[in-house]
């Protein structure tokens, strides 16, 4: 018997053994003939059927019914998947032991399933159950199971891990007397377990489950500048597999999205599996968290900080460098102390500001211009942190020196002072410790921190809380004022090394991190965090969802990064003052390693599939199968047909439904495969295009032709086109051509409103169509042709300016080939531009007027260009221009023509610059 | 006495029950179709006049119409339109191929048969020709009674699974009208026709088929058998067997055309779903045809 299958009735399969019996009956059933009364049989006699058909069951059939009556058997003897075996219950009460933690949370679904399951049975046999959660022990009571099942739901496991502490307590908690215990435990090694197993089996059996799968936990992110390092770690080896780490943060509209993901291979027997993820700052900076994908647990996820993000300092400096006194210049120590950590921008301040920086320091910068001033006063308000460092500068001017100065936190003495240089007395200051309540609590001064000169506040009455670092005499090195939602902060001293060696001191860097301005790359040591306490903000469950932290008590900063989670610690998100620091649930230094048990203790898996009751899905396949065989019987009677006609007249109507929508789609837009393609084809070179025109024998010049002009210019000039292509204007984009040829016929369709806005924006954009009405203007342009009447009808919804007949010293007649007429096969046709404009007066002495106007959009002539430009493949002219040799040169002309056309296209007016003028005079002999 | 009159009185109407609607569609057919006596078209013994010609050699004084030759110098002749009453006699098939219709909503081959044939006996009638039915039917006659006669003798279904052309009767120089489905065997009709030939009889062929017998339309495993049930042929292919009976009915169209012009008839294949005015105009032009010839 199959491993994992039961029956309930098994005696029933005995009817299988009829089965053969049933072959030999069906099997001589022919499918019964239709009778048809038929005058025509007469006709019939002495035909014979092609197919020799045998009129038995065919075996397949035969195979279909027998498989159905089959299915029908095995499904009425009721087969069970996965039967539970029975065991019997010792008689003592029952005590489920849970770990809890979050290891457990991935697998918590199967966890409670079983917990179900056995208290079902502990139920039925009426044996009293008691919980112990070691993440909290609490002291167990005995109960009847129903009790515990109802509470079921409401279990939901912790996010840290137990500890000894809560083992010892547990195994203080057990109530006396004998009992079975049965241990869910989460599969991870832990020293106390030995000695809480040792205390259970005092009492009696135990028995473990455990899930088969390793724990993952996600550890916390590294950013080294470039990459953050993401590292998955598994207890204990298993299968290769990929895991995909997910990273989540607020987008712009403050809605929580997916940013990043990127897959980890876990190798098959590997514990860890790296990656690193890139991203742009602006994104790195918005992630929250980073969760394994497909695993709820909070040990799969971390919380993104401070950590992860990069600042974004401006630094202006008020002087200009000096040349080569790098290490003077009032920004080499930010920078140095600063480019670490933080994105630095310099620049001028209004277009720094636009960035949005998270700190602007200027460096010794004494007037702003006003525009300057409010911009960064706004900024300000809306918190910002303005960083400014003294210097001579800002100790010469004026400002703050009368009134308080917004953007300065206290008012300045004229002057300032220097202590300790040869012209002064007393030695240059060091620094007093800082006060306990500033942002620079906990730091301590380093003696070799001398300051020989700085600026001097303005005793006023707001100074005293202004000040957040002193010298050894009192006098201010640090003032700090609110302003709006900002801050601004006064060093009283240069951000060089000029006045003081504070900025070559490591307490310069730390003073800076305090302030924000430098981000948090690592974490700060235990020493860093004494006597802070740290709020949380959000804290993560077991499932490692997010929850308001609430009322939860705040944590001192030295137990914040060492001490073990439990309920008083929380992994979350916690806060001091600016800073933001995340208590992860697992990082580097967490033991993870699958736990192990004495042999004498029976371990079950997790994944212990539940029942699964068979017989109906046999049955519904036993119906199935006769349905088939319905369908089959007809089909072998040969009466499926209609049906098949019927399928095959829905298939085509459905095909004949769906074929029309792309080319409806086609309409409006084009499908998106073939805009790409033609996008791509329109945009790898230069492509000249016509327009497709009613007359495929006119779309067949054009294209012939723009193929001529192609290959001149590549042979001639350093312009090389690619093919021509035809544009449907209806359809096609016209943005990607500089160039458009457009020969009117008369029988031309007129475009549609859509089709005259592409042109128009065409023609806005700077594009260029050449209208060609190829009769040799022999009308002027009057209504007499149907060619220009036709052009007319044409061009009077397009966006045209005033145009005049190409004059003498238009750009057009010397962009490449000096001309002054433009023959196509036609000669002698008026061409019309884009008139000049009525102020443009020629300078005497000049050749020509200087128009330095745009490119003009249209050209219009009856010139018949495409035809005189026709190439075929092999590059021999394709129709007749003139006359022997003065028709070849009206060729060539036609072909200059075309050739200067493209460039005027291309290059714009820049051979209408005076600048050309010296060499045009000499070319032109004059 | 009165009983027995009574009784035969009443079968007699039984009889002559289907014989009204039959009769009317026929007259209302034959309505459409012409228009009362008409002559041969030519010269010859008759009634009416014809027309005037020159006297020629060889015609008696007695012959030159004195009226019309007072008028001018020349002398003419008189001529009367000849006269004379063909003999038509019908076949019309009514075994029981002939009782088939593949749709309700078309008439049975028989049906459309006798329609026809009625329908051309009572034209003929007007046309002062004498009809009669071939084999055991009546005897040419002229009169509505002929065409009452014929009537009832058309009502009468013939024994057998296909018809066969009854020679019997054939009016030598006469015309004949053959109406069936020539589904059956081939042979007879053709010494039939042959035979007929001989006597100088010409005449028409009207094959009547359903368009079901046209155009095959079964599939699957079928098991035809004929109207009678004599014949039974089991395929388990039926749509396989369609083009080898289409083909075999284009061969027997063919054959019969060819007999046809071997004989010097005319051969029309008519279809239960077609107009029968169409049928009946071409059955008519074809019989007044052979009479002009």
């Known amino acids: 018997m199959i491993p994992g299958l039961a029956f309930t009735t098994p005696w029933l399969l005995a009817v299988l053994a009829a089965l053969p019996l049933l072959w030999l009956i069906l099997r001589a059933v022919p499918p019964a003939p239709v009778r048809r009364r038929f005058p025509g049989v007469a006709l019939l006699m002495g035909l014979r059927d092609s197919e020799s058909v045998s009129d038995r069951t065919p075996w397949w059939l035969l195979l279909l019914r027998m498989l159905a009556v089959a299915a029908m058997i095995i499904g009425l003897a009721g087969p069970v998947l996965n039967p539970e075996p029975k065991r019997p219950a010792p008689d003592m009460p029952l005590l489920v032991v849970l770990d809890g933690g979050w290891p457990g949370a991935a697998d918590w679904p199967a966890w409670r399933a079983v917990l179900d399951r056995v208290l079902a049975e502990a139920g039925r046999d009426a044996r009293p159950v008691a919980a112990l959660r070691l993440t909290t022990p609490e002291r167990p009571e005995f109960r009847a199971a129903m009790g515990w099942r109802a509470r079921l739901d409401g279990l939901a496991p912790q996010p840290w891990q137990p500890t000894s502490t809560m083992a010892d307590a547990a195994i203080a908690a057990l109530p006396e007397g004998p009992f079975e215990t049965l241990w869910m435990s989460d599969g991870l090694a832990r020293e106390e377990r030995a000695r809480l197993l040792a205390a259970l089996e005092r009492h009696g059996p135990v028995r473990v489950y455990e899930s088969d799968r390793p724990v993952m936990a996600l550890l916390p992110p590294a950013f080294d500048g470039q990459a953050v390092d993401l590292v998955v770690r598994r207890a204990g080896a298993g299968p290769a597999r990929e895991v995909t780490v997910v990273a989540h943060g607020l987008d712009p509209a403050g809605v929580e999205r997916v940013l990043a993901r990127r897959t980890l291979e876990l190798e098959a027997g590997g514990t860890e599996a790296r990656g690193a993820l890139t991203l742009p700052p602006e994104l790195r900076a918005r992630i929250t968290r980073f969760r394994i994908d497909g695993v709820r647990s909070a040990g799969a996820v971390v919380l993104g900080d401070d950590t992860l993000r990069r600042r974004e300092i401006a630094l202006i400096a008020g002087a200009d460098n000096r040349e080569g006194l790098e290490l003077l210049s009032p920004l080499h120590y930010l920078r140095q102390a600063l480019a670490p950590t933080a994105e630095l921008l310099e620049g001028a301040l209004t277009d720094l500001l636009p960035a949005n920086p998270d700190v602007v320091i200027l460096a010794d910068v004494g007037k702003l211009a006003p525009a300057e001033r409010a911009a960064l006063e706004e900024w300000t308000r809306g918190g910002g942190l303005l960083l400014r460092f003294a210097g001579p500068r800002l100790a010469a001017s004026d400002l703050g020196r009368h009134n308080e100065d917004t953007l300065m936190p206290v008012r300045l003495r004229a002057g300032g002072r220097s202590v300790g240089g040869a012209m002064s007395w007393g030695a240059p200051k060091s620094l007093a410790p800082f006060p306990e309540d500033g942002p620079f609590a906990g730091l301590t001064p380093s003696d070799d921190v001398t300051v020989s000169a700085q600026v001097l506040a303005q005793p006023d009455p707001t100074l005293a809380e202004r000040v957040i670092a002193r010298l050894e005499d009192g006098t201010p090195l640090v003032t700090r004022k609110r302003l709006g939602a900002g801050q601004v902060v006064l060093m009283h001293v240069t951000a060089n090394a000029e006045w003081s060696s504070l900025p070559l001191s490591g307490l310069f860097v730390r003073m800076l991190e305090r302030l924000s301005a430098a981000s948090l790359t690592d974490r700060p040591e235990a020493g860093a965090m004494a006597g802070q306490t740290w709020q949380p903000q959000r804290v993560l469950d077991g499932m490692g969802r997010l929850e308001d932290a609430g009322t939860l008590p705040g944590v001192p900063g030295e137990a914040l990064l060492d001490a073990p989670l439990g309920p008083e610690l929380r992994p979350g998100i916690y806060r001091s003052g600016e800073r933001m620091i995340a208590r992860h649930v697992a990082d580097a230094q967490t033991p993870l390693a699958p736990a192990v048990w004495p042999a004498r203790i029976p371990v079950a898996g997790m994944q212990a599939r539940p029942e699964v009751p068979l017989g109906g899905y046999l049955l519904a396949l036993a119906v199935a199968l006769m349905l088939v065989d319905v369908l089959a019987s007809l089909a072998v009677s040969g009466r499926l047909v209609p049906l098949r006609a019927v399928a095959g007249t829905l298939v085509l109507g459905l095909a004949l439904a769906a074929v029309p929508v792309p080319r409806l789609a086609q309409g409006q837009g084009q499908a998106p495969d073939d805009a790409d393609a033609f996008a791509l084809a329109a945009t790898g070179e230069v492509v000249l295009a016509h327009v497709v025109t009613g007359n495929a024998r006119v779309n067949d010049i054009a294209q012939a032709g723009l193929r001529g002009l192609s290959r001149t210019l590549s042979l001639r000039t350093s312009v090389e086109p690619a093919a021509p292509m035809a544009v449907d204007l209806e359809r096609d984009e016209l943005a990607f051509f500089p160039f458009l040829y457009w020969p009117i016929t008369p029988e031309q369709p007129m475009p549609s409103d859509a089709a005259y806005a592409k042109l128009n924006r065409y023609l806005r954009a700077g594009g260029m169509i050449l209208f060609d009405t190829r009769d040799a203007d022999i009308a002027g342009y009057g209504s007499a042709s149907p060619n220009g009447r036709k052009l007319q009808q044409i061009a009077a919804p397009l966006d045209i300016p005033p145009l005049e007949p190409v004059p003498d010293d238009h750009v057009l007649t010397r962009t490449f080939y000096l001309l002054q007429d433009f023959p196509g096969r036609y000669a002698g046709g008026d061409v019309w531009v884009e008139a000049a404009p009525p102020d443009a007066e020629k300078i005497e002495g000049m050749p020509f007027r200087n128009l330095n106007d745009g490119v003009t959009p249209v050209v219009i002539g009856g010139n018949d260009w495409a035809a005189a430009w026709a190439m075929d493949a092999r590059g021999n002219a394709l129709y007749p221009v003139g006359r022997g040799g003065t028709g070849e040169r009206q060729r060539e002309i036609a072909f200059r023509f075309g050739v200067n056309l493209i460039m005027h296209v291309l290059t714009g007016n820049y051979k209408s610059d005076q600048v050309h003028v010296p060499a045009l005079l000499e070319r032109l002999g004059q | ?293």
Do not use: N
């Open chain 2, 1 to 293: 006495m009165t009983g027995q009159a009574a009784s035969l009185r009443a079968r007699a109407e039984l009889l002559a029950a289907p014989l009204p609607p039959l009769l009317a569609r026929a007259d209302q057919l034959a309505g459409i179709v012409t228009m009362g006596e008409h002559g041969r078209r030519r010269a010859g013994m008759g009634a009416d006049f014809w027309q005037y010609r020159p006297l020629q050699q060889g015609d008696s004084a007695r012959d030159v119409d004195w009226r019309r030759s007072a008028r001018g110098d020349t002398r003419f002749v008189r001529q009367h339109e000849w006269q004379v009453a063909q003999t038509v006699m019908m076949w019309v098939d009514r075994a029981a191929s002939m009782r088939f219709a593949s749709a309700d909503a078309l008439p049975s081959k028989d049906v459309r048969a006798r329609l026809l044939a009625l329908a051309t006996a009572i034209l003929l009638d007007r046309g002062g020709e004498r009809v009669g039915l071939l084999g055991d039917g009546p005897a040419p006659r002229r009169g509505r009674a002929q065409v009452t006669r014929i009537a009832q003798a058309l009502e009468h279904d013939e024994p057998g699974d296909y018809g066969l052309p009854a020679a019997a009767g054939m009016v030598a120089h006469g015309q004949a009208v053959m109406l069936s489905d020539f589904m059956g065997d081939f042979a007879p009709l053709q010494e039939a026709l042959t035979a007929a030939a001989d006597k100088g009889v010409r005449g028409v062929l009207v094959q009547v088929l359903d368009p079901a017998e046209e155009a095959f339309p079964f599939r699957g495993r079928t098991r035809f058998q004929s109207i009678g049930g004599s014949l039974s042929h089991e395929t388990l292919k039926a749509d396989a067997l369609r083009p080898r009976y289409l083909e075999r009915l284009r061969e027997r169209k063919a054959a019969l055309d060819g007999l046809a012009r071997l004989t010097g008839w005319q051969y029309l294949c008519h279809h239960t779903d077609d107009s029968a005015v169409s049928a009946l105009s071409w059955l008519w032009r074809a019989v007044d045809g052979g009479g002009t010839r």
